[in-house]
């Protein structure tokens, strides 16, 4: 009775994890249209919105929401980590959970470059914590596997993706294998790929993709694009991990002293690049990543460099949202810019390597990386070349980035959490960037 008791448990948070991504995913795609009709035929006011926006969200976050920035990926795995229930609850609570909600759709609205993946996993590890008080003897085993399977179930509504949210879960956060943990990240992950699919019906979150690589000369470009998606990935990482290391000090002492000012200065430079990329890299740039890897439109030369220009200062301002999505599209430009290079090569084909070598360079998990690409694109055909650029991509990525990305952020929102020292000073404050 009692496995039945918690499985039933796992199931009813999974779906309420799937009705709140649904809501969540639909204000996403409004937030996201506001923003195009406000600046579709006045592109100078991003100079007033986005500056704007970026100022307003770090001041919510820090007077009304604290701890509600940064992806959310890395609160929960700091919460798998945590030994007291009392600090999983202040950091997967509802608070916690609304002010990511509002806030990132505050985000979308006023352009910044981030994806809604992070905070769908922060709310549904919360929905999976708040639902475990109903009757369960708390226990730091069954902690740990609320999380997981919130994880799971927060990765598949974010990308309508259930195999990559099992995945994800395991190799990414759990970094084990094991029976019972396994069982309840799968029956998660699918109770809430159901809700979706009663809701929604079903869809890749790219659509269909046609993409092939023909067997010849041309695979000799593969692990160029893996290697150098895979660098650019880490640097990404790197600079995210430890910003004080690549910003001048003025720069590091404003963030530090007035973050909400910080937040107007990134948000003046994200809008020269939006206006510098006829707004392509605003918002997580989901409809170019789709156009080239479903209908092989080639995006601009400079679409990767910018959207890595605009993800990195939007998440450096402090404020919510993810990573995941931001990054696919990068990946989809340093993929497509083999397409500049040489004419004649598939797009989609290079858009979703070049996907998967900078995707696995950030986050450093190759199965992931090649999971989530096939299942978001409906593609298998692309299954050896996509994991062939995860793997080198990872490979290549740590030679610039030394730790995986989510877990050396873990590690500083928990010392950030314990009021430990962090080991530069006056330097970019830790909280934030352990937090994105």
């Not at 209908?295 to 601009?300: A, D, E, K, N, R």
Request: positive net charge; aromatic residues 8%.
């Amino acid at each position: 009775m009692a496995a039945l008791k918690r499985n039933l448990i796992f199931v009813l948070a999974a779906i309420i994890t799937g009705l709140v991504s649904i809501a969540f995913g639909i204000g996403v795609v409004r937030a996201t249209a506001l923003f195009q009709n406000v600046t579709a035929q006045r592109g100078w006011i991003v100079f007033l919105l986005c500056p704007a926006g970026l100022a307003l969200i770090v001041y919510l976050t820090r007077q009304v929401f604290p701890g509600a920035q940064g992806s959310g990926i890395p609160q929960a795995m700091a919460g798998l980590q945590m030994q007291d229930s009392a600090d999983v609850d202040s950091v997967l609570s509802l608070r916690i959970a609304v002010g990511k909600f509002l806030l990132t759709l505050i985000g979308f609205a006023t352009g910044a470059s981030i994806g809604k993946e992070g905070p769908t996993v922060q709310i549904g590890c919360a929905a999976m914590n708040i639902c475990g008080r109903m009757g369960l003897e708390r226990t730091h085993a069954l902690q740990r596997l609320l999380i997981l399977a919130g994880g799971a179930a927060g990765i598949t509504c974010a990308f309508n993706a259930p195999v990559a949210g099992i995945v994800f879960a395991i190799e990414e956060m759990a970094r084990s294998f094991d029976d019972r943990q396994v069982r309840s990240i799968i029956l998660a992950a699918f109770a809430s790929g159901i809700t979706l699919l009663f809701v929604l019906g079903y869809q890749p979150y790219f659509g269909f993709s046609h993409a092939v690589l023909r067997l010849d000369w041309i695979w000799l470009l593969i692990p160029v694009c893996a290697v150098i998606g895979g660098l650019a990935g880490g640097l990404f990482a790197q600079i995210l991990v430890t910003p004080w290391k690549f910003l001048p000090g003025t720069v590091n002492r404003l963030a530090q002293k007035r973050p909400v000012v910080f937040a107007a200065f990134c948000g003046l430079v994200l809008a020269a690049i939006g206006y510098a990329s006829h707004g392509m890299v605003f918002d997580a740039s989901y409809a170019n990543a789709r156009d080239a890897m479903v209908s092989g439109v080639l995006p601009p030369v400079d679409f990767g460099p910018l959207k890595f220009l605009a993800t990195l200062v939007s998440y450096l301002s402090g404020i919510p949202g993810g990573i995941f999505a931001p990054s696919l599209a990068v990946g989809v430009g340093v993929g497509t810019a083999f397409v500049h290079l040489l004419p004649g090569l598939p797009v989609a084909g290079f858009a979703m390597v070049g996907m998967a070598g900078y995707f696995a360079g950030v986050v450093q998990s190759p199965l992931t990386a090649a999971v989530i690409v096939i299942e978001m694109t409906s593609d298998p055909s692309m299954s050896v070349p996509v994991g062939i650029a995860a793997i080198l991509g990872t490979m290549a990525s740590r030679l610039v980035c030394k730790e995986p990305v989510y877990h050396a952020m873990s590690h500083q929102f928990l010392r950030v959490v314990e009021n430990r020292p962090m080991p530069k000073p006056n330097t970019v404050e830790p909280a934030p960037a352990a937090e994105h």
